[in-house]
């Protein structure tokens, strides 16, 4: 199988220019289940994220309690309550994981989406609830998107000695599970189990706690917006790390926060549009 490139001439296929024209409404609502009580920066941190990346709308749910550090933080983003989460008809897209942890109240969360038909992304606590408790994947009848990282992806398919067997396993379960694969790293890896995709963007500035959480809110902002998993996967992971790169020029690799690489969102747009005529 080819090991295609996700580089600038491959993003400028996906990337769809914003019609002048335009509402929030066209640009779809995004459904973000992240945070808990001490992981809610894993949600702003996501939620900053999908709105840097062009969602129309946005909201997040999580425990009441914390209701204020989201509005504090981001006015932008609405707020659902994750306990009566039920109605999922606003949505377009939704993405759930970051920070919500593994017990038995964040599980209910995967049970709430048994019926659901949007597409959703699956990351962090949300992979981890599936292999802790052992989670028929015959439950999913929508298009999903999983993004572990190595060790997120060995609770899932089984311990592995080496990238390319990780790789390998990633195109056969992508397949079998009818779904796309982000297998993050330092060359993140995408796959829908026929095509196989190497990022280009990115630097080690990335590896700190957050980062995960951020691609998270990027990948959930594009599906909502209309692209395929595929795309979406592809133009997340390609801008996420366009970002990090142009954050070089005023941060280093040591000193680089998410929260840097997410204000410099705009400026990888601007480059990439800046190459399409
Ligand atoms: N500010 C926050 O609220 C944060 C919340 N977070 C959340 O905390 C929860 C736990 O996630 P973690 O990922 O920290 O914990 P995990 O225990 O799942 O994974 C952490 C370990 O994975 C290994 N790993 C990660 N990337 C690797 C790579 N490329 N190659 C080899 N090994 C690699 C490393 O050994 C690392 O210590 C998640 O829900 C996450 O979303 C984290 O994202 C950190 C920041
Ligand atoms: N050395 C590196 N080079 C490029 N990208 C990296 C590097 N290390 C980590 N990343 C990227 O940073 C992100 C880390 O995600 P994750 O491990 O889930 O972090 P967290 O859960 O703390 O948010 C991934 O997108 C990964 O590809
Ligand atoms: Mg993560």
Redesign the pocket.
């Known amino acids: 199988m080819e090991l295609l490139k996700i580089d600038l001439n491959c993003i400028k296929n996906t990337y769809k220019k914003r019609p002048c024209d335009s509402n929030k409404g066209t640009h779809g609502h995004a459904l973000l289940i992240a945070g808990s009580s001490n992981k809610m920066g894993?949600a702003i941190i996501a939620s900053k994220a999908c709105l840097r990346s062009g969602v129309g709308l946005l909201t997040v749910a999580f425990y009441p309690e914390n209701k204020s550090v989201l509005f504090n933080s981001i006015p932008e983003a609405m707020y659902a309550n994750s306990c009566v989460m039920n109605d999922l008809s606003p949505y377009q897209a939704i993405g759930i994981g970051?920070g919500i942890g593994v017990d038995e109240i964040s599980l209910q969360y995967i049970y709430q989406l048994y019926e659901n038909k949007l597409p959703v992304v699956f990351?962090?606590d949300a992979l981890n609830l599936i292999a802790n408790y052992k989670i028929d994947w015959n439950n999913f009848n929508f298009p999903f998107v999983l993004?572990p990282?190595p060790k997120e992806f060995d609770r899932l398919f089984g311990e592995h000695d080496s990238e390319s067997e990780r790789r390998s396993i990633a195109i056969q379960k992508a397949a079998a599970l009818n779904c796309v694969i982000v297998l993050?790293?330092?060359?993140?890896f995408i796959t829908d189990g026929i095509h196989t995709f190497e990022n280009t963007t990115?630097?080690?500035g990335?590896?700190?706690?957050?980062?995960?959480?951020?691609?998270t809110g990027m990948i959930t902002s594009f599906l909502a917006q209309g692209y395929t998993t595929l795309e979406a996967t592809k133009l997340g992971?390609y801008l996420?790390?366009l970002a990090?790169d142009i954050t070089l020029e005023t941060q280093s690799e040591e000193s680089m926060l998410i929260t840097d690489v997410i204000e410099n969102i705009g400026l990888a747009f601007k480059h990439l549009n800046s190459k399409i005529q």
């Open positions: 894993a970051p990351d962090a993004t990282h993050k790293g330092h060359k993140t990115g630097n080690s990335l590896a700190k706690g957050g980062s995960g959480d951020a691609l992971v996420h790390g990090a």
